[in-house]
């Protein structure tokens, strides 16, 4: 009851500055303040955290081919209750030079997730001209400090970054959430960015993947780090006159410590409000297991078989077969180097033989080049 008090006052103090310049949303210890230009700043409500930057700044851009959009009039505001919380709608306005677009946000406070802002946006063109479309940005947030920042940027790539690193001047790294390499890609679709004091983080709270960036930057002679949301189109997407644009749905959250806290508070959202929940593991699956990519691509059988006793001596349950046994990646076929179907059934058969058990890898959904499988078994 005490939250739900709480989140009433917070709605209460919003609704009452509607007719200001400014307004604010606020949930446990975040609070979102939003400028007549829609522009916003994100505000922790813990004593110990000073403010993450003085400015309100342009949290949201269209950039096109023709011009940026980053600003809009705040024209209307409304409060909603939603299934997961209470919340506020925005509508605000852009027109210059034939160019019209009309922003639709709604911001949600979800009950149960206090420090937690979850946003969804939409964009109409209202103009007379179409626009062919670069990129769209989301979220923008930067945190200043005299002192180090560091981040949590969880996504894959065939360098194996350190997920966690200190963002010092001249920093940038993109973070693409599709395919970074042939067989490295996806990752944790949010980043964070915390001092001593405090951090926040943004992301999405989408069921299923988004091929987004989430791009981190720190331009030398400046004192604070930039993370946002952004989805680019290489092609160019026209956004015709008339059409509209729903973007994916996000959140921005702030917390005390590292990045454990907003990892914890996202984990839980997904699992609530979004239907993510993990099977449960198989017993099986804690067991170690050796895999033969210490030899790499090139491997040969007999320097695994060479290597069996060791594995089991040592108390490992699995043989993992790594890449390089087969043609192509993407296909299950034998290349000429192992020696074909034979010794992959000798090899398993002395797997089997000491006790273990076998595993193979094999990457599908990244045929490189394509492989004979994919024609002969399309599914």
């Given at each position: 009851?005490?939250?739900?008090?709480?989140?009433?006052?917070?709605?209460?103090?919003?609704?009452?500055?509607?007719?200001?310049?400014?307004?604010?949303?606020?949930?446990?210890?975040?609070?979102?303040?939003?400028?007549?230009?829609?522009?916003?700043?994100?505000?922790?409500?813990?004593?110990?955290?000073?403010?993450?930057?003085?400015?309100?700044?342009?949290?949201?851009?269209?950039?096109?081919?023709?011009?940026?959009?980053?600003?809009?009039?705040?024209?209307?505001?409304?409060?909603?209750?939603t299934e997961r919380g209470e919340a506020i709608e925005l509508q605000g306005?852009?027109?210059?030079?034939?160019?019209?677009?009309?922003?639709?946000?709604?911001?949600?406070?979800?009950?149960?997730?206090?420090?937690?802002?979850?946003?969804?946006?939409?964009?109409?063109?209202?103009?007379?001209?179409?626009?062919?479309?670069?990129?769209?940005?989301?979220?923008?947030?930067?945190?200043?400090?005299?002192?180090?920042?560091?981040?949590?940027?969880?996504?894959?790539?065939?360098?194996?970054?350190?997920?966690?690193?200190?963002?010092?001047?001249?920093?940038?790294?993109?973070?693409?959430?599709?395919?970074?390499?042939?067989?490295?890609?996806?990752?944790?679709?949010?980043?964070?960015?915390?001092?001593?004091?405090?951090?926040?983080?943004?992301?999405?709270?989408?069921?299923?993947?988004?091929?987004?960036?989430?791009?981190?930057?720190?331009?030398?002679?400046?004192?604070?780090?930039?993370?946002?949301?952004?989805?680019?189109?290489?092609?160019?997407?026209?956004?015709?006159?008339?059409?509209?644009?729903?973007?994916?749905?996000?959140?921005?959250?702030?917390?005390?410590?590292?990045?454990?806290?907003?990892?914890?508070?996202?984990?839980?959202?997904?699992?609530?409000?979004?239907?993510?929940?993990?099977?449960?593991?198989?017993?099986?699956?804690?067991?170690?297991?050796?895999?033969?990519?210490?030899?790499?691509?090139?491997?040969?059988?007999?320097?695994?078989?060479?290597?069996?006793?060791?594995?089991?001596?040592?108390?490992?349950?699995?043989?993992?077969?790594?890449?390089?046994?087969?043609?192509?990646?993407?296909?299950?076929?034998?290349?000429?180097?192992?020696?074909?179907?034979?010794?992959?059934?000798?090899?398993?058969?002395?797997?089997?033989?000491?006790?273990?058990?076998?595993?193979?890898?094999?990457?599908?959904?990244?045929?490189?080049?394509?492989?004979?499988?994919?024609?002969?078994?399309?599914?």
């Amino acid at each position: 009851m005490k939250r739900l008090s709480i989140l009433s006052l917070a709605f209460a103090a919003l609704l009452a500055g509607c007719g200001s310049s400014k307004i604010e949303i606020t949930n446990g210890d975040i609070t979102l303040q939003i400028n007549g230009k829609m522009q916003s700043r994100v505000i922790s409500n813990n004593e110990q955290t000073k403010s993450f930057h003085r400015d309100f700044l342009s949290g949201d851009a269209i950039v096109a081919e023709e011009l940026t959009i980053d600003k809009w009039n705040l024209d209307k505001k409304s409060k909603l209750s939603t299934e997961r919380g209470e919340a506020i709608e925005l509508q605000g306005s852009f027109h210059k030079n034939g160019y019209g677009v009309e922003k639709i946000q709604t911001i949600i406070a979800p009950e149960g997730f206090e420090g937690m802002l979850l946003v969804e946006t939409k964009y109409v063109n209202t103009g007379e001209k179409p626009m062919r479309l670069k990129s769209i940005e989301q979220n923008r947030v930067v945190v200043d400090s005299d002192e180090v920042i560091w981040s949590f940027q969880p996504t894959s790539t065939s360098a194996r970054a350190n997920w966690i690193l200190p963002v010092e001047e001249g920093f940038y790294q993109e973070n693409y959430l599709g395919m970074n390499n042939c067989d490295y890609g996806g990752g944790i679709p949010f980043v964070t960015l915390w001092r001593r004091d405090g951090g926040v983080s943004v992301g999405l709270v989408e069921p299923v993947l988004k091929t987004i960036n989430m791009p981190i930057e720190r331009i030398a002679g400046t004192s604070g780090a930039t993370m946002k949301l952004e989805r680019e189109w290489e092609d160019r997407a026209e956004f015709a006159v008339g059409d509209t644009l729903v973007m994916d749905r996000s959140f921005i959250a702030v917390s005390t410590g590292d990045y454990f806290e907003p990892l914890q508070l996202f984990s839980n959202y997904m699992y609530t409000h979004e239907g993510i929940t993990p099977s449960e593991s198989e017993p099986e699956a804690f067991e170690p297991v050796w895999c033969a990519w210490g030899y790499e691509r090139t491997f040969t059988v007999e320097e695994v078989l060479g290597t069996l006793d060791k594995v089991k001596e040592v108390g490992f349950k699995w043989v993992d077969i790594d890449d390089g046994y087969q043609i192509a990646e993407g296909d299950w076929d034998v290349n000429k180097r192992i020696g074909g179907d034979s010794q992959m059934r000798r090899l398993t058969r002395e797997i089997h033989k000491r006790g273990l058990k076998a595993k193979l890898w094999w990457a599908p959904s990244l045929p490189t080049p394509a492989p004979k499988c994919s024609a002969s078994t399309p599914r």
